[in-house]
């Protein structure tokens, strides 16, 4: 089974007790990490997708462009452009949104300046992720970049707080948050064999559902 980068942050979770798994090499993996490969299983057996689509994910989707064009406006000497490759190595398979000749950048685009946050240490992690991408196109550094730009009226309600939403009036450096990552041997090798458990789960599970 090939995992995609982001769904690093399920994997990743530690397990809180000891595991009642299918095999011992899949103790590693967390109730959270178990029941996300039950459910990829369960879609690819039965042939269905369970993709739940918010507002709020079109936004971060849909925006991505604008927001590039935030980092661009304020990040001295940059004209950074959305990659298009994805590279697959092993278990794992990812497509970050810039590359760059040293680093990964991945962007984020917050729903509001309720969710928007304002300082490095107020946003939520995404380290696993940016780690897979460092490794699969072997760079020695990533950054989570936040970026806050308008919310198209076609994404709010009548009673939507537009204050949070229309912010073009602010000052653009203060509407990116970086978070930086260092590339990590230690952490990279327990990334690889949490993947491997987690793959190995997954082929048990779906012999499982073959057998039943």
């Known amino acids: 089974m ?3 980068c982001s769904s690093l942050p399920k994997l990743m979770t ?8 299918l095999s011992e090499t899949a103790k590693s993996l967390s109730e959270t990490a178990k029941s996300y490969i039950k459910q990829l299983a369960k879609e690819n057996f039965y042939g269905y997708t369970s993709k739940v689509e918010t507002k709020q994910m079109r936004k971060g989707t ?5 927001s590039i064009a935030l980092v661009n406006s304020v990040w001295f000497g940059s004209n950074f452009v959305k990659n298009q490759l994805r590279e697959n190595q092993g278990y794992l398979s990812g497509h970050p949104d810039i590359i760059t000749d040293d680093s990964i950048i991945d962007i984020k685009t917050s729903w509001s300046l309720e969710t928007f946050p304002a300082l490095p240490e107020d946003a939520d992690s995404y ?4 780690r897979g991408y460092m490794h699969l196109f072997n760079k020695p550094r990533a950054f989570v970049i936040f970026c806050m730009i308008d919310t198209d009226d076609e994404l709010l309600s009548d009673w939507d707080n537009r204050d949070i939403h229309k912010v ?3 000052d653009p450096t203060k509407r990116i948050t970086v978070v930086q990552y ?11 064999s949490r993947l491997r458990d987690a793959s190995e789960f997954y082929s048990q599970y779906m012999q499982q559902l073959n057998n039943k």
């Open 2 to 4: 090939i995992f995609r």
């Open 14 to 21: 530690n397990p809180r007790k000891k595991s009642e798994s």
């Open 62 to 66: 849909e925006y991505e462009m604008e």
């Open 127 to 130: 380290e696993w992720q940016v």
């Open 168 to 170: 073009s009036h602010i």
């Open 182 to 192: 260092e590339r990590d041997e230690m952490k990279e090798e327990l990334m690889l």
